[in-house]
């Protein structure tokens, strides 16, 4: 999985771990990350189905696709954990998504089944948030928001309203924070052909800290990464930034204002956010 600041993944589209036949559609979309799914996209009665197609699967997928693809694994609590990790264990994926994540145990019993694979952690539940910190600092890769279990757990309407979620958000980004983990990922946006409920739901996630977006239809991958880019203005004003400090660094002014550290590493930031 790619995890360095330009190239970190932005987007991660679902795929029922049932569907081997939308895999590679899902990975041609330009999601910069494809979660083949194990846990609620897939029946009780077929779980053992889909661990055989995305094992078949990656066994002939070329190195470049195998290095983008997350599995989410049934929770630690579930009665499929344990065969879930022996099949990702033979089948090498590289990466999983552990759900309902609520504590360092869980994460260190995933790692230790899965030598060498990342583990990013669904926070989902009220328990999950409250023990957020020891999650993030027990060696998961990224954190991750599932919403729409969290706003279950505390039987909350977040149809129209997602602001109770603002509290929840600030604790995940700020374990990540402190735990020297990437800015973590926000939970999906059910509404399918609603484009402007999408990108609101990513400014508001942006808002908080967060870098990145669930998604469950390719066609919110493109726009996810539209409104991640920065526009014109912002890359200009970066660029005159860094020249306003090559030439007068550490006492540079540029529009009325001092171009100090933060502000040249903002700078730095945003040109690196502009890419495809």
């Known amino acids: 999985m790619k995890s360095d600041a330009t190239t970190l ?4 589209l679902f795929v029922p771990g049932t ?6 559609k899902a990975l041609a979309s330009g999601a910069d990350a494809v979660i083949l799914d194990l ?53 090498g994926v590289t990466a999983v998504l552990l759900p309902k994540a609520e504590s360092a145990e869980q994460i260190a019993a995933t790692r230790a089944a899965l030598p060498g694979a990342t583990v990013l952690a669904l926070i989902e539940s009220a328990r999950g948030v409250a023990r957020v910190d020891s999650v993030a600092s027990a060696g998961a890769s990224r954190l991750v ?29 700020i374990a990540s924070r402190v735990a020297g983990l990437p800015a973590p990922v926000a939970g999906v946006t059910p509404q399918l052909d609603d484009e402007a409920r999408l990108l609101a739901d990513l400014a508001e996630a942006r ?12 066609r919110q991958v493109l726009a996810i990464h539209a409104a991640l880019r920065p526009d014109a203005d912002a890359l200009d004003w970066a660029r005159r930034v860094l ?8 006492a540079a002014r540029l529009d009325g204002r001092m171009v100090d550290r933060p502000v ?5 930031r945003t040109l690196a956010l502009a890419r495809d």
């Open 39 to 91: 846990e609620d996209a897939v029946a009780a009665d077929d779980k053992a189905t889909a661990r055989s197609a995305i094992a078949i699967w990656l066994a002939s997928a070329s190195n470049e696709d195998r290095s983008r693809i997350v599995v989410r694994i049934n929770d630690a609590e579930s009665t499929w954990f344990a065969d879930d990790l022996s099949a990702m264990r033979e089948a």
């Open 243 to 250: 020249i306003a400090d090559a030439a007068s660094p550490g």
């Open 145 to 173: 928001f599932g919403t729409l279990d969290f706003a279950l757990d505390l039987d909350m309407d977040i149809s129209t309203d997602a602001s109770g979620l603002a509290c929840a958000a600030s604790r995940i980004a």
């Open 19 to 24: 569907r081997p036949e939308r895999f590679a």
């Open 264 to 268: 040249v590493l903002q700078a730095q």
């Open 9 to 12: 993944p932005r987007t991660y």
């Open 207 to 218: 808002r908080h800290g967060f870098g990145a977006k669930l998604c469950i239809h390719p």
